[in-house]
């Protein structure tokens, strides 16, 4: 029931490169099998991930100027009004999680992860993350016992500046909203279309024909599947890993949260091996009254400087004005490159 579509498109050029020979290039356009939406696989072996060396950002006078560096995180970021934190912030190993300066909906949080102003991907250790997500999972939940609960509870994260990040000292956004975003939108919209026609969840549907098919199966865990996306939204692809038994935030118990990390310590030591060191993370939860069609996932979508010089952030007027993604690299080409990192 769930339909990989795609199509191959051709355009003809007399290249350069082989003395002006015809040369037939492919573009192959895929669909999104929940949303319909189109991206593309394109411009393949053009955009290579390059290192970047952190040490030199690591200094004692960018950590002055750093609000989350200890101890500015004491008397530089906000802290949550008494009604709603008495202690103005939560903490939870190293995460301390604050309101945004800068908020972004009605309830906006920072779950600043560790004391390291810097920290590179081998080093996001598993005690790190599971802090993060645990201190996130805790607001929201102090929050649904204090009646202020929205619908909708996204973590998102963007790690190192060529995500978006505008400050490299790590930390998680943790949203509590009425609008869920389009992305989140369009995927429970859909998510119910689905279980409305065929009275399964797209989300053990999906787990399960990935698993038959095998190309974009990267492994399992207990109750998760991790997967390569088939119409992915970054330049170097996306990564899916779905619990398809876990809906809400009350099913996220500690099992959950470590099989979570798990999963994506194994996915980073894979970016670390293929020179990938920034990416964009959501954490998506079913809102209340969707546990039957909607699961527990997690999209990660590496990003990068389309080169070190200029450093050309990889999102452009495709995504921009077309809203269109597309991808240099086969889905199915990294699932297998990732295997043996599962
Ligand atoms: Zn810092």
Redesign the pocket.
């Known amino acids: 029931m769930i339909e990989f579509r795609s199509k191959v498109v051709t355009t003809t050029i007399m290249d350069p490169r082989e003395d002006f020979a015809r040369k037939v290039i492919e573009t192959e356009i895929r669909y999104d099998p929940l949303t319909g939406e189109s991206g593309r696989l394109a411009h393949f072996g053009m955009i290579k991930p390059q290192k970047e060396d952190f040490s030199s950002w690591d200094t004692p006078e960018n ?1 002055s100027r ?1 609000p ?2 200890p101890p500015n995180i004491e008397t530089a970021t906000p802290r949550f009004p008494p009604e709603q934190l008495p202690e103005g912030h939560l903490h939870r190993g190293e995460t301390t999680l604050l309101p945004n300066i800068s908020p972004y909906d009605q309830f906006s949080a920072l779950a600043v992860i560790s004391r390291d ?1 810097v920290v590179p991907l081998e080093k996001l250790s598993p005690r790190l993350l599971k802090d993060a997500f645990g201190a996130g999972l805790e607001f929201f939940r102090i929050m649904a016992a204090k009646k202020t609960m929205l619908p909708y509870q996204i973590i998102s994260w963007n790690y190192m500046p060529p995500s978006g990040g505008g ?3 790590p930390h998680q956004q943790v949203i509590l909203s009425d609008s869920p975003g389009n992305l989140l939108r369009k995927t429970l919209e859909n998510s119910k279309r689905y279980y409305l026609a065929y009275r399964q969840s797209y989300w053990k549907e999906l787990c399960r024909t990935e698993k038959e098919r095998g190309e974009r199966f990267i492994g399992e865990l207990e109750r998760s599947c991790w997967l390569t996306a088939f119409a992915p939204l970054g330049v170097l692809g996306e990564f899916l890993g779905i619990f398809s038994e876990v809906h809400t935030i009350f099913d996220v118990d500690e099992a959950v949260v470590d099989e979570l990390v798990n999963g994506l310590e194994r996915l980073f030591r894979y970016f670390y091996s293929a020179d990938i060191y920034s990416f964009n993370m959501g954490l998506f939860f079913a809102p209340e009254g969707a546990e039957e069609y909607f699961s527990l996932h997690v999209r990660v979508i590496p990003r990068i400087f389309l080169n070190p010089i200029q450093k050309p952030p990889d999102v452009n007027a495709l995504q921009m004005v077309l809203q269109e993604p597309f991808t240099v690299v086969h889905p199915e080409k990294q699932c297998a490159e990732l295997k043996l990192f599962w």
């Open positions: 950590r750093c989350f560096c102003h400050i490299v000292h």
